[in-house]
């Protein structure tokens, strides 16, 4: 959809993220304006530079979980806010979970009282943590799920729980257009090397040459989506979902850890072990979505999972300022879209 700049405004917290980042620039390219707020607590600087080359774009690096952020904002008219703004990893949970639990509590609702004021509309992300471990599969998004409030993930499960109770209360409250998505797991270019989720995870790992760590048996499963679809899926619900109403968003194909591995050294061409561990944390079974909901507003994923893990490979070698050697390309980067060749190596990148 083509936009008018002078029409279009968008806030999205938590845009230097790889979600985020994504957005941003899909809105920029359709002609919006962009501010982006983030306290870089996980998202990118790297990001931020690669956005702020565009002149519609903005940056105010702040936590949304701070009042004074309403204040700073005050003067400006936004007509969509896209709430993003959370720490994510599983392993952040521990170090990060009093952030997990304030940007979706008193954060949600900095960016609601932005939103009334701006008579804006308004979309949170949500996860499918908000499942917990599920025992139904796949999850509709009319499950209410299996989730301990105090259990070791409930930093991050119930305070997305909370965002989303809070913004379906304020919406139909205020009469504010809200959308709830929630997010299974998805990848894609602008990962961070330090991200802990477990596509990013097993990519630099392999890179380095370090054994992948396999929690469990890993016969746990987990679905995927690339966040090009991803992004189609939230400007889908924006524009054409139903005010108040959640959405899941994910890939629809389960995969097991221990397959999952298997088919990221099958799309790189990289080699490497995998190194089973007790797991740090309490860990869920499954995750599967019922998009029956988005699919009906008619959106399609569209990026094979191979596909999409060569793509974020080749992004996560040049933010590492690695390069292959010209006699390595492997499944990523050949031309021929040949095998590699056996003994390659990956050489850094020149200064």
């Not at 105010?60 to 969509?80: E, F, G, N």
């Not at 996860?127 to 301990?148: C, L, N, S």
């Not at 999952?260 to 860990?283: M, S, Y």
């Amino acid at each position: 959809m083509s936009m008018n700049s002078n029409e279009v405004r968008c806030l999205i917290a938590g845009g230097a993220g790889c979600l985020g980042t994504n957005l941003a620039r899909r809105l920029l390219d359709q002609g919006a304006q962009v501010d982006v707020v983030d306290n870089l607590s996980t998202g990118r600087q790297a990001n931020v530079d690669q956005l702020s080359r565009h002149p519609n774009f903005g940056f105010i690096k702040m936590d949304i979980a701070d009042p004074a952020i309403c204040r700073r904002l005050q003067r400006r008219r936004y007509s969509h806010v896209y709430n993003l703004a959370c720490p994510t990893g599983v392993p952040n949970i521990k170090r990060l979970g009093e952030q997990m639990l304030m940007a979706s509590s008193a954060g949600t609702l900095n960016l609601l009282k932005i939103t009334r004021r701006c008579k804006a509309k308004y979309l949170f992300a949500s996860t499918a943590e908000a499942y917990g471990d599920p025992d139904v599969f796949p999850q509709p998004e009319t499950y209410v799920g299996r989730v301990d409030p105090v259990g070791p993930r409930s930093p991050y499960e119930e305070g997305k729980r909370f965002g989303e109770a809070l913004t379906r209360f304020w919406g139909g409250k205020y009469g504010i257009e809200v959308r709830i998505v929630r997010i299974f797991n998805t990848y894609g270019p602008a990962m961070s090397p330090k991200d802990q989720r477990v596509i990013p995870q097993m990519l630099t790992r392999l890179i380095a040459g370090q054994p992948v760590p396999i929690y469990g048996d890993g016969t746990q499963t987990r679905t995927f989506l690339h966040v090009d679809d991803l992004v189609n899926g939230l400007l889908t619900v924006v524009e054409k979902g139903v005010s108040g109403e959640v959405y899941n968003v994910g890939g629809d194909e389960q995969i097991t850890v221990r397959d999952l591995f298997t088919t990221v050294k099958k799309a790189t061409g990289l080699a490497g072990e995998a190194a089973f561990r007790e797991h740090f944390i309490e860990d869920h079974r499954g995750r599967w979505p019922d998009t029956t909901r988005l699919r009906a507003l008619g959106w399609r994923p569209n990026i094979s999972l191979e596909a999409g893990i060569r793509q974020s490979y080749q992004d996560l070698l040049r933010a590492m300022g690695i390069k292959p050697a010209r006699s390595a390309l492997g499944p990523a980067h050949r031309r021929d879209g040949g095998a590699p060749v056996p003994g390659d190596r990956l050489q850094p990148a020149a200064p």
